[in-house]
């Protein structure tokens, strides 16, 4: 079945260090893929998202690329802030009508 | 877009009890889901529900613990019966919603955190 599989946390970073957070993906067929993220004691949001190979979704300063030859999503982040210190999920949705399937997530840790 | 809303925000119970989630939505969705997240844990499909069909559970899941109810397009419940501390958790109700061509978004409501003694 379809998964998702994300490096495990935590990732601790310095401010304004590079960010780089490993997601893969195994599918039947071609899914968008999606990056969430869940700051402390707040509720799941979409922070990026690709729907076909090649895309890059990006937001604020947070970029990822849909790599299907490698099936990989990577997020990455050129210089986090300690405000970006939250876990991050990647997942994938085979289409619609189907469900988001989460990787187990990261949690990243900036401090200034 | 869709704004969700989960009751109760929180709760408390004793085990053997069962508590019932409601999740209400600002707009007709057709596709609703509820997911669980245990402490420290990534998110886990517990079912789909559709209006009008019965929910549809994924593996390791079960009606008769994890009974819903869909009587509209805005509204669904899910209610965790005879609890133990084990489904302490976080249950998420999430809704589908068209975004343009292909793509469908998820949105989620802000949770509902169970704890059982």
């Known amino acids: 079945g379809n998964s998702v599989t994300q490096m495990e946390g935590p990732v601790t970073l310095s401010e304004e260090a590079f960010l780089t957070i490993n997601c893969t993906y195994t599918a039947t067929g071609y899914p968008s893929l999606f990056w969430y993220v869940q700051y402390p004691g707040e509720g799941l949001q979409l922070l990026l998202k690709a729907t076909k190979a090649d895309d890059k979704g990006s937001n604020k300063g947070f970029e990822a690329t849909y790599r299907k030859e490698t099936t990989s999503f990577h997020l990455e982040k050129g210089s986090v802030q300690v405000s970006d210190s939250a876990v991050y999920f990647c997942a994938l949705k085979e289409g619609a009508g189907t469900a988001l399937i989460f990787g187990k997530g990261t949690t990243l840790s900036v401090s200034s | 877009s869709a704004v969700i809303s989960q009751k109760p925000s929180r709760d408390i119970c004793q085990r053997g009890t069962s508590l019932t989630i409601q999740c209400q939505v600002d707009s007709q969705v057709t596709m609703m889901f509820w997911y669980r997240q245990q402490p420290g844990q990534s998110l886990t499909l517990i079912a789909t529900a559709n209006q009008g069909s019965e929910a549809t559970y994924e593996s390791g899941f079960v009606i008769d613990k994890f009974p819903i109810s869909r009587p509209n397009l805005t509204f669904s419940t899910l209610t965790v019966s005879n609890m133990s501390p084990e489904d302490s958790s976080i249950y998420l109700c999430?809704?589908?919603?068209?975004?343009?061509?292909?793509?469908?978004?998820?949105?989620f409501g802000p949770g509902t955190r169970l704890t059982v003694l």
């Open positions: 999430s809704v589908e919603v068209q975004a343009g061509g292909s793509y469908n978004e998820q949105f």
